[in-house]
Structure formats: structure tokens, C-alpha cells
């Protein structure tokens, strides 16, 4: 690759391999299947998206912003708690409000008669191991359980929201749908919709496509009425693309190699300390610690002042040398909405792997977006 500078590389076929895949799953589901720009808002590539699914859903006003000015249309809005000062304008871009709390909702609600109104609701089970990311955890901040909820729902509410899933497959779909419907389903009657959220990454290899086929089916048999949602983000961007860095040093401390390179893991790849989780290099064999002052082994360290800013050990088939590619595997999802500025370190640009074969930069950072944060 001739590309000099570090680069997010979206590919285009894969990009439309998992639209396609998406699109397929909703029509054999009989469900809706809408984009979170949590997860994925690159929002050059909305004309693609656009061949594919009808919505996306927003947790702010500036994603709810995105949906409709660039997406198209109006978005599918929840957010933990809403501000009095942005509340109105969410509405204008929203098809959909849902408010996470009973007090939420008797606070805007009236604000809200120009879209379809929903309740998030917490089933109190998730199979999500991380806690960073369990949002049924214990204490959570995350919807209303079913002894909160009323017997009669007021009759602006049009609909359930449910998230308690992250990289999931249908088999924890479908026990995790057994608690949802054990808490809620007394309210079913009541409501026109239900969305189960994102977490659904029905993209990857081995996901029981079948398995959902057959849980939805019988789910329409049981409430024939409702329309059903997902939500996923990082589904549709799953293995779509790479971010690709270059070796800037090589130091040595103790026997551990350390490459220095010219993007950062807190700046750059922040999941990949928060998770935390190892990526996949291209080339390279993750390795345990006690192998870390092998030959050809080497920690990989980011650019930043952070002491911790660093991961590894991976194993390469040669030395490395100053200017080498070292390419981390699919870094578009949630990636590319996380990465930050601090240090002022250069950004890696974003560009399109088009179908021809030529990139397309979609976006080039400078000093002049670090200097305008603070403007």
C-alpha cells in the first residue's frame, strides 16, 4: 500500500456483503433491521446503506441530527436522559422517542406527540460478561424493570426498547427472549412495537441465522401484532476494514521489544483498553508474555504520553523495521466513532476501498480539527 500516513480503510465489498446479509435476515425474520450510529456513522457511505435498510437509530441530538440531515431520514432516538434544551430538536429529527425512565417520560412526553413514544425496559438478565458493557448489571442506570411499570400503559405508549446483548448469537437471543417475554409480556397487548436492541451481530461466521428464523417465527405466532426492531451497529460494519499504522522505533527494555508506532491505542483503538481485547494483526501471532523477549517478538506501543498506551506480545515472521505496515484487523466498528485527540497526535484519515480497487479518502485530519475542539 502506497499510503504513507495512518489510514481507517473501509472496504466496499464487505461492506455490502454484510448489508446484504442484514437485509436478507430482516426479510426471513419479518423484522426491521436499523443501523446504530453508536457503533458506525460514517456518514459518506450513507448512500449505500440506503440500498439496503430504511432507518438508523440515534442516542443524541447530534446522532439524531446525522440521521436526518445526512441518512435521510428521521431517527429511532433513545438516550439515557434527555435535556431540556435539546429535547425539542431530538423530536424534529426523530420517527421515534424512547425514554429510559417513567420520570423521563412524565417530564417530556407531551413534547413528544409527533413521534411513535416507547419505554425501555430491563429484564433483569443478560449473559454479557463484561460488565463495562452489561446494561442489566446490577444498579444499572438502564431502563424500567416490571414492577415499576403500571398495569394499564398511558396510551401514548406505542412501544417496548429491550438492549441486553453485545457480539451475541441467536442461541442467547433466544434465553435472553424468555426473560424479556416472563417480565413484559403482560404489557404486549398494549403496545405496537418492540425493539431487542442491538448486540445482534448476525454478521459473523458461525452466527445460527436458522436459529433466529425460527425464534422470530414463532415469536410473530405469539404476537402476530407487533413489529419487531433490531438495532445493531456492529453488525454492519463487521470485518469490513483495517486500520493501518507503520513502525515509527523500535526500543528495548529488559529484553521486551517494544514498536513504537504512528497511531495509539487509547487515541486511536480505545475499545482495545476499555474492553479490554486483543486485535488481530495481520501477519503476526499473539503470544503469551513469558515468550515476549523471543526473537521476533515485539510489544506494539501507541504514540501517546500515556505510560499504559501499549499491547502486547506478537510474534512476526521477520524483524520489524522502521516504516513497516502493521495492519490491525477490522477496525471500523465502534473504532471509528471512539477515537479521540488527546496529545494532539495525528489522525488516522478514513478512506473508501471501493469495488475497482481504488481508495478513496473519505477524510483527511490536521491541525486544524485538534485546534477547533477547543475553539
Known amino acids: 500500500m502506497e499510503n504513507s500516513t495512518p489510514i481507517y480503510i473501509i472496504e466496499e465489498a464487505k461492506l455490502r456483503r454484510n448489508l446484504a446479509l442484514i437485509k436478507d435476515v430482516a426479510e426471513r425474520t419479518g423484522s426491521e433491521f436499523i443501523l446504530a450510529f453508536k457503533a458506525f456513522a460514517l456518514w459518506k457511505t450513507f448512500p449505500i446503506f440506503r440500498e439496503y435498510i430504511q432507518s438508523t437509530t440515534a442516542s443524541s441530538l447530534s446522532e439524531a441530527m446525522l440521521a436526518y440531515h445526512e441518512f435521510g431520514k428521521k431517527a429511532h432516538t433513545f438516550s439515557p436522559a434527555y435535556t431540556d434544551g435539546e429535547f425539542d430538536d431530538i423530536v424534529a429529527c426523530s420517527s421515534?422517542?424512547?425514554?429510559?425512565?417513567?420520570?423521563?417520560?412524565?417530564?417530556?412526553?407531551?413534547?413528544?406527540?409527533?413521534?411513535?413514544?416507547?419505554?425501555?425496559?430491563?429484564?433483569?438478565?443478560?449473559?454479557?460478561?463484561?460488565?463495562?458493557?452489561?446494561?442489566?448489571?446490577?444498579?444499572?442506570?438502564?431502563?424500567?424493570?416490571?414492577?415499576?411499570?403500571?398495569?394499564?400503559?398511558?396510551?401514548?405508549?406505542?412501544?417496548?426498547?429491550?438492549?441486553?446483548?453485545?457480539?451475541?448469537?441467536?442461541?442467547?437471543?433466544?434465553?435472553?427472549?424468555?426473560h424479556i417475554e416472563e417480565k413484559f409480556s403482560p404489557w404486549f397487548s398494549q403496545i405496537k412495537w418492540i425493539n431487542f436492541g442491538g448486540g445482534h451481530l448476525v454478521t459473523?461466521?458461525?452466527?445460527?441465522?436458522?436459529?433466529?428464523?425460527?425464534?422470530?417465527?414463532?415469536?410473530?405466532?405469539?404476537?402476530?401484532?407487533?413489529?419487531?426492531?433490531?438495532?445493531?451497529?456492529?453488525?454492519?460494519?463487521?470485518?469490513?476494514?483495517?486500520?493501518?499504522?507503520?513502525?515509527?522505533?523500535?526500543?528495548?527494555?529488559?529484553?521486551?521489544?517494544?514498536?513504537?508506532?504512528?497511531?495509539?491505542?487509547?487515541?486511536?483503538?480505545p475499545d482495545c483498553l476499555e474492553m479490554p481485547y486483543h486485535p488481530e494483526v495481520r501477519g503476526a501471532e499473539l503470544v503469551?508474555?513469558?515468550?515476549?523477549?523471543?526473537?521476533?517478538?515485539?510489544?506494539?506501543?501507541?504514540?501517546?504520553?500515556?505510560?499504559?498506551?501499549?499491547?502486547?506480545?506478537?510474534?512476526?515472521?521477520?524483524?520489524?523495521?522502521?516504516?513497516?505496515?502493521?495492519?490491525?484487523?477490522?477496525?471500523i466498528h465502534y473504532t471509528t466513532v471512539k477515537t479521540n485527540m488527546f496529545n494532539g497526535i495525528s489522525h488516522p484519515s478514513i478512506g473508501m476501498l471501493h469495488m475497482d480497487g481504488k481508495l478513496e479518502i473519505l477524510r483527511h485530519f490536521g491541525y486544524e480539527d485538534y485546534r477547533n475542539r477547543m475553539d
Open 96 to 178: 421515534h422517542i424512547t425514554f429510559n425512565s417513567l420520570s423521563q417520560y412524565e417530564r417530556f412526553h407531551h413534547r413528544a406527540s409527533s413521534c411513535s413514544i416507547g419505554l425501555r425496559v430491563n429484564p433483569e438478565y443478560s449473559e454479557v460478561g463484561t460488565m463495562l458493557y452489561n446494561p442489566c448489571a446490577p444498579g444499572t442506570r438502564f431502563g424500567i424493570t416490571a414492577d415499576k411499570l403500571p398495569k394499564e400503559l398511558p396510551s401514548d405508549i406505542d412501544g417496548f426498547h429491550c438492549h441486553c446483548h453485545c457480539e451475541s448469537g441467536a442461541d442467547v437471543f433466544e434465553r435472553t427472549l424468555r
Open 204 to 269: 459473523r461466521k458461525g452466527y445460527d441465522i436458522e436459529l433466529l428464523e425460527r425464534i422470530m417465527k414463532g415469536f410473530h405466532q405469539r404476537y402476530p401484532h407487533l413489529k419487531v426492531i433490531f438495532e445493531p451497529g456492529s453488525a454492519f460494519a463487521w470485518q469490513t476494514g483495517p486500520l493501518v499504522a507503520h513502525v515509527v522505533d523500535i526500543v528495548n527494555d529488559r529484553g521486551i521489544k517494544t514498536a513504537i508506532l504512528d497511531v495509539s491505542f487509547t487515541c486511536h483503538m
Open 288 to 331: 503469551d508474555l513469558e515468550e515476549a523477549t523471543k526473537e521476533n517478538t515485539y510489544r506494539l506501543g501507541g504514540n501517546s504520553c500515556l505510560s499504559g498506551d501499549f499491547m502486547g506480545s506478537w510474534r512476526f515472521k521477520n524483524p520489524l523495521v522502521i516504516g513497516q505496515e502493521i495492519i490491525f484487523e477490522d477496525m
